[in-house]
């Protein structure tokens, strides 16, 4: 029906000759489906998913297929949410089931499927292809901006998210957005205030309290970023992220017994079993930071036996990863690349396919090169080097990590020049590449960019709780 057919059908009193030709509608990415219950039920959904809310999220779209079986775009976005194989069945589905829609949606839809299936610079192109389709759809133009922002193109990125924001005001994931990227180029005020904004677009949600709280403690102001995030916990209880930050902020102000606390009110506000385990994750990082590596194994062997019989095959492969990563933190090399066989070996034993699985065999690759290039088996880690470098072209959030395992491997060939190159070429958020960069300097006697790096890295603190064994290293210290 043409919307000059509508104007006819409801005046009633002119005809579409003599009707004042309508306002071009905006240009955005439709949501096909024959019924406006199911519609309303995935607009819920999406504002959930925006907010960190994804047991909300799935739970609405789950609804809205219910209401319309045919709800093609519903179904991606479920796929989306969804983890593991399970997942990927429900986007190859929709793919499979979407020619016939508008080609924004469709395409949409197929850029969803080529990042769960781990190919993410396609489903970067695609994305393009949408925005010249659907140039007023401020969810595209975020979703952009996001991709600049992984690729630390914060200029295109703040192009994209500021225009997003134009869009529509009361966009509140995009002020989220744009808050990180302005704190990223140092405008940390600027950062606090679109913060702000996202609060007062979306009253009541807590990420927009936690958001905030990440980057006053990027900032060092730690009892103002603790603030915050409990805040976030208040306005949403099953918000354990924001417990979660609670802990860094104490763990870095050497408080562990009071992280801990807060680390264990994160596991039990968590709502699903998946969000549960990852409390053991974040555990370990902080006992390792403490030197306590048989509690950092305990809590990562915890977290693998949990996800085990829960059957959650990703964070059960994952935990092998991070129990070499951990490993590779405290120097314990061979352990290390045993960790990381682990995690092939589990990765196989359930049959993870798509996105999850590239980034696990990505991360053990890494991990494996780490662990010969120390060790000096320097033809180990090139192999493993050449294996990152290929998976660059469909995953290409790997470019610091590569750089990084080139500065180590160069380092294992004795080309102390080109491990300094290389590291240098990590992004400043990169803070285990920044970390060893640091050791190098300082080894090849350049005692000034070795101090400079040092406080580059110690003058922003990371949420993540691997960043704990950076703030605790002694080898940082002059």
Known sequence: ?????????????????????????????????????????????RVASDNFRTPEAIAEL???LELDPDFVLAKALLGSLTPGNEGLALLREANEAASALPDPERILIASLLAAAAGNQAQSNELLEKVAT??????????QLGATDFFAQDYDGALEHLTKATELAPEAGPAWNMLGYTQSLQGDVDAAVASFDKYIAAAPGEANPHDSKGEILMAAGRF??????FQEATKAVPSFFLGWYGVAQTRFLRGDWEGGMAA???GEKAAPRPIDKVSAHAVRAWAHAAQGDREAAEAALVSEGEQAKAQDLPTPYAFSSVTRGQVLLGLDAWTDASAAFDEALTRLDE???????????????????????????????????????????????????????????VALARGEQDAAIDALSRCAA???PCRADLAEVQRAAGDDTGAAATVAELRGRPARQAAYLLVWTSTKLED
């Open 223 to 228: 009892p103002e970023a603790e603030a915050a």
């Open 62 to 64: 789950q609804r809205a």
């Open 263 to 265: 680390v264990e009110k």
């Open 350 to 408: 359930v049959a993870l396919q798509g996105a999850p699985a590239d980034a696990i065999r990505a991360q053990v690759a890494l991990g494996k090169g780490h662990a010969a290039a120390r060790q000096g088996q320097v033809d180990a880690a090139q192999q493993a080097l050449d294996e990152a470098r290929d998976r660059l072209a469909t995953q290409p959030g790997l470019e610091n990590p590569v750089r990084h395992l080139e500065g180590i």
């Open 1 to 45: 029906m043409t919307l000059g057919w509508m104007i006819w059908l409801t005046t009633g009193c002119v005809t579409p000759e003599e009707a004042a030709p309508p306002e071009e509608a905006p240009a955005v990415v439709t949501t096909t489906t024959a019924s406006d219950e199911a519609r309303d039920a995935f607009a819920t959904a």
């Open 133 to 142: 389709l659907a140039p007023d759809d401020w969810r595209v133009q975020m």
């Open 429 to 431: 958020v990169a803070f």
